[in-house]
């Protein structure tokens, strides 16, 4: 009966502890401050962090988009290289990842080989902040470099119009290569973590809080990755940080996985300008209907632009009839008027 009683007693002490500690969870304080740490006060008519928000209908609300995705997993933003995630203990925190070069470990001696595993070592020893380590296997793209090889052989000198079509041919012969053949090597990304609380910031309105904020987490994770760098850089293993874009293709890559293999990150953006991109599979019937619709309006800008052009031109010939020029720009137009202003203005005064 005592045992059940003390039982009872501690299981009743870890709950009101849980539950005092979720209670105490809270945003990131965004209270503008001076350097002493003092709240400043802002008129709320003046303060732009309050005024209210002003959404449009949504179009599509029968499937969830990527932003609703992240959001769920507790994703804030992504910007500046760096993944924000949400706290809710008046905190920020922030990811960076950073890709470890590989070398070739069979062209490397003994001595040489204890030697990086000697330094890989003294590195993980040394790990004080949360560090995580993933390996992604990505497709072996060459397609820059094998374009820009190609507009390059278009000027070589001292060759003729045979070898530079014979050069291009086996450029081309190349590109149909990689894309028929999958050649995927390893990718080895280290995941560096920073926390940023409202001590070590401060300002004035909450827009120079949030550059500060970003600017304090910047400085902790190029901190930590210059630290580890100047170790594995010895074992040749050193690291690169990703930017903005570069994490935006890793995710991409990790999220999908068989399309990412066909269709490039960066030609989504080139050739696609930002245009919805989904990976779900759709009918062939969709997609054809699709393709019509965006052939159909492409048409219909072109229409519209040869019609206008059309009636341009018969307005410049119908300015030319009346004795108009019209082709003469408004700065020489605008020139001649104050020289004629400038010298009746010289004959008054004489």
């Known amino acids: 009966m005592i045992f059940l009683i003390i039982l009872g007693i501690i299981a009743i002490t870890i709950f009101v502890i849980i539950f005092l500690r979720h209670n105490k969870k809270k945003d990131f304080d965004l209270t503008p401050r001076n350097s002493t740490g003092e709240e400043i006060n802002i008129e709320n008519n003046n303060n732009p962090g309050i005024a209210p928000v002003y959404e449009g209908d949504f179009a599509f609300e029968d499937w969830q988009t990527w932003e609703d995705f992240l959001q769920e997993v507790g994703v804030i933003d992504i910007r500046n290289g760096m993944i924000e995630y949400e706290m809710g203990n008046n905190s920020r925190k922030f990811i960076m990842l950073a890709e470890e070069k590989q070398s070739n470990p069979y062209l490397k001696t003994d001595i040489e080989l204890n030697q990086s595993n000697m330094l890989s070592e003294i590195f993980l020893n040394g790990v ?43 450029i081309d012969d190349t590109l149909k290569y990689q894309r028929q053949t999958g050649r995927f090597e390893n990718r080895t990304y280290l995941q560096f973590e920073a926390t940023v609380t409202p001590d070590e910031v401060y300002g004035d309105t909450p827009d120079v809080l949030e550059e ?22 010895k074992a040749d293993h050193p690291l690169e940080p990703l930017d903005t874009f570069g994490l935006l293709d890793v995710l991409y890559k990790t999220f999908h996985r068989e399309s990412s293999v066909k269709m490039r990150f960066e030609d989504i953006i080139r050739l696609q300008r930002f245009s919805i991109f989904t990976s779900h599979q759709e009918s062939d019937k969709l997609f054809k209907e699709v393709n019509q619709r965006i052939q159909i309006e492409n048409q219909l800008v072109a229409h519209a632009r040869d019609a206008m052009w059309l009636q341009q031109q018969i307005e410049n010939k119908e300015k030319l009839a009346n004795g108009q020029d019209y082709y003469q720009s408004y700065d020489d137009s605008s020139d001649k008027n104050n020289d004629e202003l400038n010298w009746k203005e010289f004959e008054s005064a004489d």
């Open 128 to 170: 004080i902040n949360p560090l995580k380590i993933t390996t992604q296997s990505q497709k072996v793209e060459m397609t820059d470099f094998l374009n820009e090889l190609k507009e390059h052989s278009k000027y070589l000198k001292g060759t003729n119009d045979e070898m530079k079509q014979y050069a291009q041919m086996v």
């Open 212 to 233: 500060q904020i970003h600017e304090k987490a910047l400085e902790k994770l190029l901190r930590q990755i210059e630290r580890a760098s100047s170790i594995l850089k």
